[in-house]
């Protein structure tokens, strides 16, 4: 069985994956923004740092008596600045942020230097400078690695005293600042994504109450009621299904109307030739010579012919109720007619009647050949039956514009004005003593023309008769 997907959980999940996304990708970016600003602001830092110290230290070796050697630590440089003394650590315990002393901030013993001369010789550096010398005597920035660090170092060169200073910071502070900034960056992030969360799944579940309204409309409904929904909340995307929804009670009404109306109705019609035949039957027993006995029994079967004739009808009526859209095609409208013609020409031969069929070569239309069968069938019946012996019966077929005409004609007595209007009534029969019809002809053959689109007209004829015209669609050309 496949697993019943939640919407409100796909919606959830979704937005939120996609938000996550979103703010993880804005982070990274001010990020990876973020630090190479940091990374500018430090390279202006170190070349500005270099610069005052070169200054510095010009003063400084033209004071001295000698030049110093072999990498001479210049204790100035953080003498000033002790580790951990009673006044910085009073500092660190008020302050907010520990990196900040009395002094200055502790980031600065990661700016070291070194002075060399033009042989490359380290003369003096600074206590946390490397014993060796850091990269290339060339003015300018440089990265190189010494100690398990990365350095970034700014050269220039002492035109006067011939010197090289090299100024230079370790990764640490780098590293440590753009961490926290990274921190400080996704650290809103995921404290405001709880929240996004609560208010995404708000907006979900409210966005979803008309759904859930109409699923709690539907499931207490009772079966029996196909009245339309009206929901109170309205909702643009819902609005289509509520209408599909409503259409479909509507059509199930009236298929329900229809099936109640036909149930009753057969039930009714149905009573009589069962009264009949008991009637018969009873004759036949009591039947005190042998012809009365085969009087009673020929009766019977005329009743069992109309009683099979209407439950053959009400079938035919029954599926053709609940037909609705038809699947069309191309029929040789002449070759069918034809058809129909051969299987009713006993029926006309047994009353001396005539029958023709009156065409100009081959007519096509567009309908469903079975059903069709079954409603000139009808038709051509119903003028077979209610036409007087060695009465004619004519069929016409002929081009009318983009449709094509259909007519039967008979020279029969006709249909009284007043009964005009409801001959194609179920059950109704304009003369019940006449024929062994049931009502349902017409009927059928009204229902089946509704389902291909065609136009019925029904009008006495002048010289006499009934005429019966229909407009069935042509095939596109």
């Given amino acids: 069985m496949s697993r019943v997907r939640s919407i409100r959980r796909f919606l959830l999940s979704g937005i939120l994956a996609l938000v996550s996304l979103s703010l993880a990708i804005s982070g990274l970016i001010g990020y990876l923004q973020a630090n190479h600003e940091m990374e500018e602001l430090f390279d202006a830092r170190l070349a500005q740092s270099a610069r005052i110290t070169n200054q510095l230290l010009a003063t400084y070796l033209k004071q001295s008596k000698t030049l110093p050697a072999d990498g001479t630590l210049y204790q100035e440089w953080t003498r000033k600045n002790p580790d951990n003394g009673p006044e910085e650590q009073g500092f660190n315990l008020r302050g907010e942020d520990r990196e900040l002393t009395p002094y200055g901030h502790e980031f600065e013993r990661n700016l070291t230097f070194q002075l060399a001369d033009d042989e490359g010789r380290l003369l003096l550096r600074s206590p946390s400078a490397p014993p060796r010398l850091l990269g290339k005597l060339t003015i300018g920035f440089d990265t190189v690695r010494r100690d398990g660090h990365d350095w970034r170092t700014f050269t220039l060169y002492n035109q006067g005293e011939q010197t090289w200073l090299i100024v230079a910071e370790r990764d640490d502070e780098r590293s440590e600042l753009a961490s926290k900034m990274a921190t400080l960056t996704m650290l809103p992030l995921f404290i405001t994504l709880p929240f996004l969360l609560g208010l995404l799944w708000w907006l979900v579940t409210r966005g979803l109450a008309p759904l859930r309204q109409l699923t709690q409309a539907i499931g207490e409904r009772h079966p029996a009621n196909l009245s339309p929904l009206n929901l109170a909340i309205k909702a643009e995307e819902l609005t289509p299904l ?3 929804i409503n259409r479909l009670m509507h059509t199930l009404a009236d298929t329900l109307e229809r099936e109640k109306q036909f149930t009753n109705e057969a039930a009714h019609e149905l009573r009589t030739p069962l009264a009949v035949l008991r009637i018969h039957s009873e004759n036949a027993l009591a039947a005190q010579d042998e012809a009365s006995r085969r009087q009673s029994l020929a009766k ?25 859209d038809l699947v069309l095609e191309r029929v040789d409208l002449g070759q069918l ?10 029926l006309a031969l047994n009353k001396e009647q005539q029958i023709s069929l009156e065409r100009s070569g081959r007519v096509e239309i567009m309908g ?3 059903l069709l069968e079954l409603m000139f069938g009808n038709l051509i019946d119903n003028a077979l039956r209610y036409t007087p012996v060695g009465g004619v019966i004519a069929v016409a077929v002929e081009p009318s514009g983009n449709r094509v005409r259909v007519t039967v004609s008979d020279n029969g007595p006709g249909i009284p004005a007043e009964a005009m209007a409801r001959l194609c009534e179920r059950f109704f ?21 509704e389902l291909h689109g065609a136009d019925m007209s029904i009008h006495n004829r002048p010289e006499g008769g009934l005429e019966v015209s229909l407009l069935l669609p042509a095939p596109p050309i």
């Fill in 429 to 449: 029969r304009v003369n019940p003593q006449a024929g062994d019809g049931v009502g349902l002809g017409m009927a059928i053959v009204r229902r089946i023309a």
């Fill in 368 to 370: 469903q050949p079975t």
């Fill in 300 to 324: 019977m079967l005329l009743a069992l012919d109309r009683s099979d004739r209407l439950l053959r009808q009400l079938l035919t009526q029954a599926r053709i109720d609940n037909q609705q």
């Fill in 242 to 244: 509520v209408g599909e």
């Fill in 337 to 346: 007619l034809q058809g129909c013609l051969a299987a009713l020409t006993p």
